[in-house]
Structure formats: C-alpha cells, structure tokens
C-alpha cells in the first residue's frame, strides 16, 4: 500500500449539495426551497413555540406562581459529613465548611442536619441546626453557638 492509495471509506464523504445552478442539476431555480412562504425567504423560519397561527400553548395556559427573592438558601450537611471531615474539638463555621468544600455557590448560611452518629465535640457557630441534630452533638459533649 502506497500514501496514494489512501481513500476515505465508501460513502464516509458526502458531495455538497450546489443548489441554484440551473435546471440540468436538478436544483434550479427555488433552491430546493419550494415555492414562496416563509421558509423560502432568506432567514427565515418560524420561531420557537409558532404553532400557526393558533394561541400558543404558553398564551393558553395562566400563569402560576412567583420567585420569592427574599427566600433564605441553606447548604444542606448531614452529621456524618462533618465526622468525616473534623478533628475533635474544631469550631465549625461557614468559613471552614468553604475550605474544606462542604459548602459551595451562592448560600445564606448552612444548616445540619441529623443524619448520622458522632462522638466528636463540635462547637458549631452561626450554623442552623435541626432538632435531632442538636441532640446528638450536644449528647456527644459539643455545643451550638
């Protein structure tokens, strides 16, 4: 085998179609665009959600709901996450929950909760901590500040 005998695989390569090069190719005149309307012009198309000419769905359907921008958004951790990670005895606030990478993106705060056992002492500060939570680290000798 020669470099000259190099040739992409049977029906791997596909000719560009050459559209308004006159009646003999087959694609004259409308340019395989078929006659006059909207989708023959020149970017033309119908935008997302045309449908005719019929109220679109999202006209049909009333609108629901609304975005509270005052919503308060936790990190949720569990007590297992932080046995894992934490000596005994560490302090734990929002500073050290973005260092060690519990804790990512835009969040209000962090809240834990009580999933899991530890027998650390964890001083928690300005973490929200659920009920269960706050039984097991304070039965485990910690406190929340």
Known sequence: MQLH???????????RKRVGRGPGSGMGKTSTRGHKG????SGGNVRPGFEGGQM????RLPKRGFTNIF???YAVLNIEDLEDRFEDGTTIDMDIL????????KVDGAK????GDTQKKFVLKNIVVSKTAKEKIV???????
Do not use: C, F, M
Not at 38 to 41: E, N, P
Not at 98 to 105: E, M, P
């Open 5 to 15: 005998d190099l040739a992409p695989a049977p029906g791997s390569r596909k000719a």
């Open 38 to 41: 909207l989708k023959a012009r």
């Open 56 to 59: 679109p769905i999202y006209r």
């Open 71 to 73: 919503k308060t958004k």
């Open 98 to 105: 973005r260092q060690v990478g519990l804790v990512k993106g």
């Open 112 to 115: 834990l909760l009580g999933n």
């Open 139 to 145: 039965s485990a000798g910690g406190s929340i500040e």
